[in-house]
């Protein structure tokens, strides 16, 4: 891999530098409700309407048919630039619209990947059931082919945003014999459709962007499938090798930008005798190890993309940098919370949008979602090693 990037991608970083001085919106960014949704949507649209959304997506589409490096680029830069997350985006953007284009029909493709660019849609995941997260074969969300419908009855959970939500990627079960991979489909619900009924979870770590969602004979045309009837687990996979491949990206590249934000702060701040804080020889150290294990993070991350540039979607590889990423997050929420101390509470420290404490509640979740790290681990010691499969 040639770690030198090429002209073409310096000069395509110069452009996004420009942009993004002058575009990024300067007001606190909701962290709830609807108001949530029409600014993650509201700055969605402007990424579109000056051609920066959907960098690797297909031009057709709307995209501008650019490379996952260039995709990367845009990333770093939005980092660099505090911009705000991607929110209610995360779903369309990140794994629902780089689904369908893998494996969606024409038609499936020219309705949705426009409006999910041009930011009018939010989309959620209903793929996790109180009796199905880890193992998501075993889904029973059961849908009947009644005419030209599916009819959809039972429940799912922790989806998010799903009170905010146009549309759901989610996963049923078609059929009740043999092995339960075989028997699942994927289809494209409209959070619309009469029957649906979302109740929102609150949590301990604030907004609660968790629901479950029930299905009381909610009829979605068979034209929603994606991929073919039984057939869902396969496309399931295509959707979760984005989620967990390509989807973090941003916020990897987010925890470089707050390792220098801490160094910063860490020389900023002192403690109840004067001293600055990073003249603490521990915090120091676990300064340095965190900068240099962001740096491994990258160097992961660049070396995944180099992979998947060849390909039509992330292979599981992307669940070695998935893994890092989230434990190392974790130790630099803990970390950031050390360095400010009590004021972590409340203080919202460094102009970041909460207090570091919140922060690290928040960070316990990245070691769930996306499929826990004891998932990931699986993934890693079965289909990259090549070690005996566990019970
Ligand atoms: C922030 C966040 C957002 C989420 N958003 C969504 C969403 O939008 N849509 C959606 O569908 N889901 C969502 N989820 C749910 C998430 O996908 C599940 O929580 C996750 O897959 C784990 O499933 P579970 O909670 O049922 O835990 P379980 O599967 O019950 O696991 C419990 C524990 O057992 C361990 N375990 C289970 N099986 C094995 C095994 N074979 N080997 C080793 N250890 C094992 C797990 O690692 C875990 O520690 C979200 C979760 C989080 C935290």
Redesign the pocket.
């Known amino acids: 891999m040639d770690l030198y990037l090429p002209q073409e991608v310096r000069d395509f970083r110069e452009e996004v530098r420009t942009w993004l001085a002058e575009h990024v919106p300067r007001e606190q960014q909701p962290h709830d409700g609807p108001e949530m949704r029409d600014f993650d949507l509201a700055w969605q649209r402007a990424q579109y309407e000056g051609g920066w959304a959907g960098i690797n997506w297909p031009a057709e589409y709307g995209g501008r048919g650019l490379s996952l490096l260039q995709q990367m680029i845009w990333y770093e830069e939005l980092a660099w630039a505090d911009a705000p997350d991607i929110g209610v985006s995360f779903?369309g953007i990140n794994h629902a619209g780089p689904t369908l284009i893998a494996r969606a029909k024409d038609e499936q493709k020219a309705f949705h990947l426009p409006k999910i660019l041009r930011g009018e849609v939010v989309w959620?995941?209903?793929?996790?059931e109180p009796g199905?997260?880890?193992?998501?074969a075993g889904v029973s969300t059961r849908a009947e082919i009644v005419g030209e419908d599916l009819v959809i009855n039972g429940q799912?959970?922790?989806?998010?945003?799903a009170e905010l939500a146009d549309y759901q990627e989610l996963l049923v079960r078609t059929n009740r014999e043999g092995r339960k991979h075989a028997g699942i489909t994927w289809v494209v619900c409209d959070m619309k459709a009469p029957g649906i009924t979302v109740r929102p979870i609150p949590t301990m770590s604030g907004p609660a962007h968790?629901c479950e969602v029930f299905y009381d004979d909610v009829h979605i045309p068979l034209t929603s499938v994606v991929g073919d009837v039984d057939d869902g687990w396969s496309v399931a996979m295509s959707t979760l090798s984005f989620e967990r491949g390509t989807g973090f990206l941003r916020d990897q590249v987010g925890l470089v930008r707050l390792i220098d934000q801490l160094v910063e702060l860490a020389r900023d701040r002192v403690d109840r005798r004067g001293r600055p804080r990073i003249a603490d020889e521990t915090i120091a150290e676990r300064l340095a190890t965190a900068r240099a294990e962001t740096a491994a993070l990258t160097a992961m991350a660049l070396a995944d993309i180099s992979r998947n540039a060849r390909r039509p979607q992330p292979g599981v590889e992307g669940s070695m940098v998935r893994v890092f990423f989230s434990e190392l997050s974790q130790r630099v929420a803990k970390l950031a919370v050390d360095i400010v101390e009590e004021d972590g509470l409340e203080a919202r420290a460094f102009g970041l949008p909460d207090a570091f404490a919140a922060e690290w509640y928040r960070s316990f979740?990245a070691t769930?979602?996306?499929?826990?790290?004891?998932?990931q681990r699986?993934i890693i010691g079965e289909r990259l090693l090549g070690l005996p499969k566990?019970r």
């Open positions: 779903v959620c995941q209903g793929f996790s199905a997260g880890s193992d998501l799912k959970i922790w989806t998010s945003y968790f979740a769930i979602a996306a499929g826990s790290k004891d998932i699986n566990g």
